[in-house]
């Protein structure tokens, strides 16, 4: 696996890509690589499939005052990953190749993106839409690779690509858990060994829903209420949303008559952290 930085490295890197694969794929990360991510870069991997991992902590997708300077970063590690994964190339894009200065603009994303991390992070999926218009712009993937677990960023950005008529396909790969359920994530290493415990809330809160909808509950409100109140019973999580809500339009569900997806957040102390499932009647 080769790694580049510069916009000049990543341009030739990709020109030698192209010429010895019929497609190339792109998983963007923010790095801090686990295995929600191998699993990203092993489902694109293919004969006739390059995979170009990114590794950008974005400022623009992180709100004032929340966990951008501590987020962390691993990019040895990240390399090692993404290199055993099967990744043809790693970009670490530049700061100033990325938002150089005097840059001042800005993808705004309509309405899909106001509902849940969208009211919870304002400005969030402008951030995340202008730095992965950013990204295919420089790479020109055939095929975008994200993670089920960011449901609500897969919409938005299958709406973004759409508006602006770019004509990459997205894929997107199954939440990768652990053992006892709960959703990998980079913001997993932040959890203090109380808290990884009571962080097991969310994913029961989406276990629960989905069985009370296999068993007949059609109630968009009382599913809702049930994974409300499993999540309460963790003393130092704070919820922000627990939805029910249509999977491609993101409209909460008063009833659950087709296939639907469970949406959480929560605060654990310093450490936000969001799940989902989906919930078949
Ligand atoms: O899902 C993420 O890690 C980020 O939102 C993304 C897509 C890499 C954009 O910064």
């Not at 997205?170 to 990884?196: F, H, K």
Request: proline letters at 6%.
């Amino acid at each position: 696996m080769r790694t580049v930085t510069s916009l000049e490295e990543l341009k030739g890197a990709l020109t030698d890509l192209r010429s010895g694969s019929d497609r190339i794929a792109l998983v963007p990360t923010m790095g801090a690589l686990h295995r929600g991510h191998e699993a990203l870069i092993r489902h694109a991997v293919g004969p006739d499939t390059t995979v170009v991992v990114t590794c950008f902590v974005n400022p623009t997708q992180f709100g004032p005052g929340k966990d951008y300077e501590r987020y962390p970063r691993a990019p040895e590690a990240d390399a090692r990953l993404a290199g055993s994964a099967g990744a043809g190339l790693l970009w670490l894009p530049r700061m100033a190749d990325i938002y150089p200065p005097g840059e001042m603009t800005r993808v705004r994303v309509g309405p899909i993106a106001a509902s849940m991390e969208g009211l919870h992070r304002p400005g969030h999926f402008d951030g995340v839409a202008t730095v992965v218009i950013k990204l295919i712009t420089a790479a020109r993937p055939d095929l975008l690779v994200l993670g089920e677990k960011d449901w609500q960023q897969v919409v938005v950005l299958r709406q973004v690509l759409r508006d602006l008529l770019w004509p990459t396909t997205i894929g997107v790969v199954p939440v990768v858990r652990e053992a006892d359920g709960l959703a990998l994530s980079s913001r997993n290493q932040y959890l203090a060994s109380t808290e990884r415990v009571e962080a097991l809330a969310l994913s029961h809160a989406l276990a629960a829903a989905a069985e009370a909808v296999a068993n007949g509950e059609t109630d968009g409100a009382t599913v809702e209420l049930t994974m409300r109140e499993i999540m309460a019973e963790a003393p130092s999580l704070t919820v922000e949303y627990a939805t029910v809500a249509h999977p491609e339009t993101l409209l909460r569900l008063v009833r659950i008559n087709r296939p639907a997806r469970a949406f959480v957040a929560a605060r654990i102390g310093k450490t936000r952290l969001i799940d989902t499932r989906a919930l078949t009647p």
